[in-house]
């Protein structure tokens, strides 16, 4: 089995920048694809950033604003956020294993975090 357990999230104003993490514990191979999700309220979870086997995918959304990232040697999973808007409000979760082809930003990941709340005011 594998645990992932997210931080870094927070309240900020428009403009700003957080960081989150995503630590993986258990059974966890460095080779696993990983991905940021989020979830609005009455929204469904979409995919915004995607890591695995060298290259990075990012929803059009965050393009240029978001960084995804990996330390393999602590087995964490990163997103800085910058020019953080009101619209990025929402629970971000992180998963790993991804268990069907595509851009890697589909919610089909094996292993999911409990989420970590991120508001962005206006």
């Known amino acids: 089995e594998v645990q992932l357990v997210e931080s870094g999230g927070g309240s900020v104003q428009a403009g700003g920048s957080l960081r989150l993490s995503c630590e993986a514990s258990?059974?966890?191979?460095?080779?696993?694809?990983m991905a940021w999700f989020r979830q609005a309220p009455g929204k469904e979870r979409e995919g915004v950033a995607n890591i695995g086997a060298g290259h990075t995918n990012y929803a059009d959304a965050v393009k240029g604003r978001f960084t995804i990232s990996k330390d393999d040697a602590k087995n964490t999973l990163y997103l800085q956020m910058d020019s953080l808007k009101p619209e990025d409000t929402g629970m971000y979760y992180c998963a790993a294993y991804v268990t069907q082809g595509g851009d890697g930003l589909s919610p089909t990941y094996k292993y999911w975090g409990q989420g970590t709340q991120v508001t962005v005011s206006s």
């Open positions: 258990g059974y966890f191979y460095s080779w696993y694809a």
